[in-house]
């Protein structure tokens, strides 16, 4: 017997809980507010409705810690706006605005460096309900890295063994602009629709002369050299617990923790160096090897780096990049990048590797990607493709026909994501072991 539970129309199509932990149910637009809902205010158009500030503050004091949520909006280049709320004041902020379809590990997301000057849009339907920790931060500086963040509800509870704090609690300590109650679903589809693009988020009820200014004023992912901004300013040397097998030299263009946790554990002493480090310096450090880390911006923007990595690569030193470096190794080789429409974000892209068909399920970031096809790199007949994205077959990994060098264009260390790629650590790994 099959039992099905109708409700009249007035009635939510879903229960939420409050901060009590009571349900609290929520009116159809169609009810006894018709016609709230248009395609500029927040809220579903199936009938969920965000609840708004009335007379009694009482809840949502407990709720944000002030008086209620505030009308606020995304803008976006193309005019589009999108409306919701924040709890917390926040000047207009600017910045490339892009989805990423990561369900979990959303402290790694907002503090991976790759992506800084972006406004992140998450798909997820609820965000911040495991809280958040000293540990699972991505940056060197322990600090985000987003221009801020857009979500459809932003949990104000957290209930984990490892939360030290809310992330609500988090990013208001660290300023970083959260906007919630947005159709996120929507804005996604017209992310992946007209292209990733400048945004701005702000306070209001509507855009204004001053934020279209900002925006105005904001610049263009294209041609932007992000690396020098999100690298170390000086060297710094990481060393294993055990005893040091291999030393690799990390340029740090925007390096992820997760890599030098991994490297570590694999008995690595990791000396990193900041992006705009000459050749010359890292053969006198005597490295094992040369790791080219992820960071944000756009590849051939990053000059500096790219005779530097050749000439390295020439002395016959192992090499490894992932990501951006693996975008500035294949420019060092004569290859070219473009700029993706809405680019590669979340923990679930599937990537084939084209020595044995293995399908891997890989991390990705990025927004930029090497051109070529599954038999040729223009420009770079030095380089053999290894892997193909097979969502739109974009280049996802390249080798040197002769050099021991190689690169991904995903994240093999994950954080977060899945860790199907990890052995590409132990193949840089084993590489050193024979040279």
Known sequence: MVVRWYFPRTVT??????????LRPTVDSRG???GAHTSHQPGFATGYQPRRPGPDHRFNELRTGSLGPQPAYVLLEDGNWFAGTASHEFAPTPGEVVFTTNLSGYQEVFTDPSYLGQIVVMTAPMIGNYGVNDHDIESASKKPQVSGIVVRELSKTHSSWRAQRGLDEWLNEEGIPALEEIDTRKLARHIRSAGAMKGVVALGSQPDDQVRDVLQRSPSMRGLDLASKATVTSEKVVKSKSPVKHRIVAYDFGM????LRLLTAANCEVTVVPAQTTASRVKE??????????????????EYAIPEIRTLADSGLPMFGICLGHQLL????????RKLSYGHRGGNHPVRDLSD???????????????????????????EVTHLNLNDHTVEGVRHRELPV???QYHPEAAPGPHDARDHFEEFLQTLDTQ
């Open 406 to 408: 190689f690169a991904v």
């Open 13 to 22: 199509r879903s229960l939420r809980f409050g901060d009590s932990g009571w």
């Open 357 to 383: 068909g293995k399908v891997l399920i890989t991390s990705q970031n990025h927004g930029f990607a090497v051109e070529g096809t599954q038999k040729v790199v223009p420009g770079a007949n030095s380089l």
């Open 285 to 302: 450090l005597e490295p094992d090897g040369v790791f080219l880390s992820n960071g944000p911006g756009d590849p051939s923007a990053v």
């Open 256 to 259: 992820k923790q997760n890599i």
């Open 32 to 34: 006894p507010n018709p």
């Open 330 to 337: 294949a420019l060092a080789f004569g290859a070219e990048t």
